[in-house]
């Protein structure tokens, strides 16, 4: 895609269990890291990213030319969501062809300024957008975002073998919700059960790229425009996220390493 050098896809599978919430936060966390970084919200029935990123109502990207249009900016990211274009209170009564037609408008005519990572959050299931993506641009790589439930895994799994039929590779998992912390006294629990992104990573050979706790400041954060990444930078989630940025970042350089040059002389 022209103005983006890599692509990351941000799944689960199935709703409500956090992956928009970890899609904002891992590429804010990137751009931490120095990257250029974009987001394309690719729920087309129901976008979540225009709050996330504190942008406002009735705000529209401008024009770049015939059918083309720029990202906004949000916390020194790009952005491109379905949200900036149609009333957000307004239900998309589409079906699969439209739904995969406006995704695919999005993803070809938004003119990316020079990215080094756009994240893809993608919608729940294995449809029609998921499969548009992989047969209109080259993924460098999917994360699957899960809780440690043993329902949320099964949605996982099915997430997993969609991107290995069409050769995406996966980069890890995120376990979500992994710890209840309780904000008066401190105290943790597995509420939705212990291991589950470590099974599933082990399963397909995979790995843990991090696991975040069930806390109430994430939800306030992200309800308020103003996600972990950027409302904590010094604080232990925010740290979790950098973490997984890097890794994610060192996969992809990764798989484009190509072998020792070797020589000979005297």
């Not at 006294?185 to 995979?206: D, K, L, M, V």
């Not at 992809?252 to 005297?266: D, L, T, V």
């Amino acid at each position: 895609m022209e103005g983006v050098k890599h692509i990351v896809a941000v799944a689960s599978g199935k709703g409500g269990v956090g992956k928009s919430t970890v899609t904002v936060n891992l590429a804010l966390a990137m751009a931490a890291e120095s990257y250029r970084v974009g987001i394309l919200d690719a729920d087309i029935y129901g976008p979540s990213q225009a709050q996330m990123l504190g942008v406002g109502e009735g705000v529209r990207p401008e024009s770049a030319g015939e059918n083309r249009f720029k990202p906004l900016e949000a916390h020194g990211i790009q952005a491109m969501s379905m949200a900036f274009l149609v009333d957000i209170r307004e239900p998309m009564v589409w079906r699969g062809p439209m739904v995969a037609g406006a995704f695919q408008q999005m993803l070809t005519q938004t003119v990316w300024d020079d990215l080094d990572y756009l994240f893809i959050d993608m919608p729940p299931g294995t449809g029609d957008i998921q499969l548009t993506l992989a047969q209109k641009v080259p993924v460098d790589g999917a994360v699957i975002v899960t809780t440690p439930q043993d329902i949320a895994l099964l949605d996982a799994r099915k997430g997993i073998e969609m991107f290995r039929k069409v050769n995406v590779p996966v980069l890890g998992v995120v376990e979500n919700m992994s710890l209840h912390i309780c904000s008066n006294c401190g105290h943790s629990e597995p509420i939705f059960g212990e291991g589950g992104g470590e099974r599933i990573a082990q399963e397909y050979e995979t790995q843990v790229l991090g696991c975040l706790p069930l806390t109430l400041s994430i939800r306030e954060q992200v309800d308020g425009g103003r996600p972990t990444v950027v409302a904590e930078p010094e604080g232990e989630v925010t740290a979790t996220f950098r973490d997984m940025a890097r890794q994610v970042a060192e996969q992809i350089r990764g798989q484009g390493a190509e072998g020792p040059e070797i020589s000979f002389s005297e």
